[in-house]
């Protein structure tokens, strides 16, 4: 069987030269990758994908061909479209007609379609619902996050582009023409309604996420039919408590030097609590820090970890972050301030899949715990890279981390809004060794158990089987946006009536 994944926005290529460089290229290509390499390991075929770029900037994405070394089965494939040079994923839709059928010209010469399309994120979604039209091969959709939940927090009052001052009047426009928030849910919409299954990474999100008002008449959240469940995986060659980075020594040697900026010297034998996620409002990183000011005892045990990929010395250096990492950091800045934890906290800069791996398995030596605050969690991939490490967890209690962690069993979960809580469950695992221990045992286990890339594959090749049966459908009649049919002059949908009608500050999914 061959399924073909695609994904217009993407680095694909041998060595993930720039993967988690830019925000287009972080997780939704580690299990477009890993899921594909998978399903070759099983004696299926795969084909990702892709745009071919021409750009000083990104030369590893310029041939029309590529492979991985290790797996020939896997063929990397990038077909052009618009101008030769990069272009951010909110860019991509004009052109998305034009990849469609350069992709589709690409098939018919060499003889034959893929059993499989699966559309991965809203434009992979849209594309392989033409593709579809095309060869009468059917699709799975993969959203990864949808526009309509995004654009609910960013009208949350804590959202950065709230928080600039931004009039209702002006901030949905602001929103739309950066993010194309119009086309996006339109495309959602119609990848939702016409894939013969929609793919979901855990129970919470179909039933939240596809509830969502914008996506009413397109798709049921309760038809069970139209979906499949299949969480994603973690590598357990770079995350096993057991594997070793070719770079461990020298990493552990950056989280010392750290350390030693950062924390006094009388503490630095302590175990440490870590955050690893963006600086964005959403993440709660404010909640950490109010848990370590309001609670002397958690201060008295532990140390707090925040990773700030791209900024080494965040909290000294608020003007060298984005708006939106500033945005975060002043209010964590004055907190600090404020309760006197200078000496307690650091910040720092670690980047890749192999660090994340190397202090996940530094906090575990030291008896630290990983910890996921976030206001919502769709998922929660970091906390199963933790466990895999042997580092126990507390997660927020809202979205998927309670599908991880089976309601607590395999990790502790916290309220996000209630910083006392937070306290209490680290403190729980902090000071009960024999109880952090067997969170460091049973999380591995859990993880080996259900949240291996195999797993994913197996999720996709059986849910190909029913589709190619005949057993799930989507519906060919729903109308796909004017604009993917690139023709004429291409007008992008604006938000509508329809899509902000339930639209209800404080009330979102993802």
Not at 138 to 156: E, N, Y
Not at 181 to 186: K, L, N, P, Q, V
Not at 439 to 444: C, F, M, N, P
Request: charged content about 25%.
């Amino acid at each position: 069987m061959r399924i073909a994944f695609v994904n217009p926005q993407g680095n694909f290529d041998p060595t993930d030269s720039h993967l988690a460089a830019h925000p287009d290229f972080g997780g939704q290509l580690v299990y477009v990758r890993e899921t594909a390499l998978a399903l070759a390991a099983m004696g299926h075929e795969a084909d990702i994908l892709t745009r071919r770029m021409v750009d000083p900037a990104w030369p590893e994405f310029s041939e029309s061909r590529d492979a991985y070394p290790d797996q020939p089965a896997v063929r990397i494939l990038r077909f052009p479209c618009g101008p030769d040079r990069f272009l951010p994923k909110e860019e991509l839709w004009p052109y998305l007609a034009e990849w469609v059928e350069n992709i589709a010209r690409w098939y018919q010469a060499e003889g034959g379609w893929p059993d499989l399309w699966t559309g991965h994120y809203a434009d992979g979604g849209l594309a392989a619902a033409l593709l579809e039209e095309h060869s009468g091969v059917p699709f799975t959709f993969t959203a990864h996050s949808l526009g309509a939940c995004k654009l609910d927090r960013l009208l949350q009052p804590d959202s950065s582009l709230v928080a600039a001052e931004l009039t209702p009047g002006e901030l949905l426009p602001a929103l739309d023409s950066h993010y194309h928030f119009g086309a996006r849910i339109a495309a959602e919409r119609a990848a939702s309604a016409r894939a013969a299954v929609i793919i979901a990474s855990s129970v919470r999100e179909q039933s939240c996420s596809y509830s969502h008002s914008a996506y009413l008449g397109a798709v049921d959240a309760r038809d069970h039919r139209r979906f499949a469940v299949i969480p994603p995986g973690v590598d357990l060659a770079i995350f096993d408590a057991d594997s070793r980075s070719p770079r461990e020594a020298e990493l552990r040697e950056t989280i010392s030097a750290a350390l030693d900026r950062d924390i006094t010297p009388d503490r630095r034998h302590l175990p440490a609590v870590i955050a690893w996620s963006r600086l964005e409002p959403k993440k709660n990183h404010m909640a950490l820090v109010l848990a370590f000011a309001h609670r002397p005892e958690l201060r008295e045990h532990a140390n707090l970890i925040m990773i700030t990929r791209g900024l080494d010395d965040p909290l000294r250096s608020l003007q060298t972050g984005s708006n939106i990492e500033q945005a975060v950091l002043r209010p964590l800045v004055a907190e600090i301030e404020r309760a006197k934890l200078w000496g307690v906290v650091s910040a720092f800069s670690l980047a890749g899949q192999d660090a994340a791996a190397a202090l996940y398995r530094w906090g575990a030596s030291s008896g630290g715990v990983f910890c996921l605050p976030a206001k919502y969690e769709p998922f929660g991939l970091s906390l199963i890279e933790a466990m895999a490490a042997g580092l126990p967890v507390v997660a927020t209690s809202s979205g998927g981390p309670p599908e991880i962690t089976d309601g607590g069993r395999f990790g502790y979960l916290a309220d996000p809004d209630d910083p006392g809580d937070l306290a209490t469950q680290l403190l729980r695992l902090i000071l009960d060794r024999e109880e952090w221990q067997r969170l460091a045992v049973t999380g591995r286990e859990r993880v080996l158990q259900c949240y291996s890339w195999q797993r994913t594959a197996e999720g996709y090749a059986g849910l190909a089987e029913e589709i190619l049966r005949g057993e799930r459908k989507g519906d060919p009649t729903f109308p796909l946006p004017d604009f993917s049919r690139g023709t004429g002059s291409i007008q992008l949908p604006q938000l509508t009536d329809w899509v902000m009608a339930d639209l209800a500050p404080g009330e979102y999914c993802s």
